[in-house]
C-alpha cells in the first residue's frame, strides 16, 4: 500500500472517528426529550452504542475478512451508517406515539417506562452503531499488510479514531 493510500485511508478512519462523536451527542440530544432527563438519555446512548460496536465487529467481522476488497467494504458500511442514522430520526417518530401511551399508562419512574424508553432508544441507535462496529475490522483488514503488526497497526487505527 502506498504512503498516499495510507495517508488517506487514515484520514478517513479519523473522520469517522469524529462522526461517531457527532452522532452520539445528537442522539442523546434526541433522546433527552423522550427520557426527560439527560443523563437516562446519554447513559442509553451509550450503552447501545458501545454494544453496537462489540456486535457489529462480532457480527460483520468474518463477512469482511471474505471480502477480497476490505476498504470498498467499508465505503459501504459508512453509507449505511448514515442512512441508517437518518432513518433513526424518523423511527423516534414513528414510535412517539408508543411512548406516549407508556408514559401515560406507568408513572414517570416505572421500570416498565423506563423499558419501552430504552428499547425506543434501541431501535434508533443500534442499526447504525451495528454497522460501525464492523469499520474498525473492514479498515485493519486493508491497512494491515502482515499479521505480524497486527496488533502496532490496529492499535494505531484505534487511537486515530478514538481520537
Not at 406507568?106 to 452503531?129: D, E, Q
Amino acid at each position: 500500500m502506498s504512503n498516499a493510500r495510507r495517508s488517506a485511508t487514515y484520514a478517513l478512519f479519523f473522520v469517522s472517528g469524529a462522526a461517531g462523536l457527532v452522532y452520539e451527542v445528537v442522539w442523546s440530544r434526541l433522546l433527552k426529550d423522550l427520557f426527560g432527563i439527560t443523563a437516562y438519555a446519554v447513559a442509553a446512548v451509550l450503552a447501545t452504542f458501545l454494544g453496537g460496536l462489540a456486535l457489529g465487529a462480532w457480527l460483520l467481522g468474518r463477512r469482511v475478512d471474505r471480502d477480497p476488497r476490505p476498504l470498498r467494504f467499508y465505503g459501504y458500511l459508512e453509507l449505511g451508517v448514515g442512512a441508517a442514522a437518518l432513518l433513526g430520526t424518523v423511527v423516534l417518530r414513528v414510535l412517539e406515539p408508543l411512548h406516549h401511551a407508556a408514559a401515560v399508562r406507568w408513572p414517570p419512574g416505572s421500570p416498565i417506562l423506563l423499558l419501552v424508553r430504552v428499547a425506543i432508544a434501541s431501535l434508533v441507535v443500534l442499526p447504525p452503531t451495528l454497522l460501525m462496529g464492523a469499520t474498525l475490522p473492514a479498515i485493519t483488514r486493508d491497512v494491515v499488510a502482515r499479521l505480524g503488526k497486527v496488533g502496532t497497526e490496529l492499535g494505531g487505527l484505534y487511537a486515530l479514531n478514538t481520537a
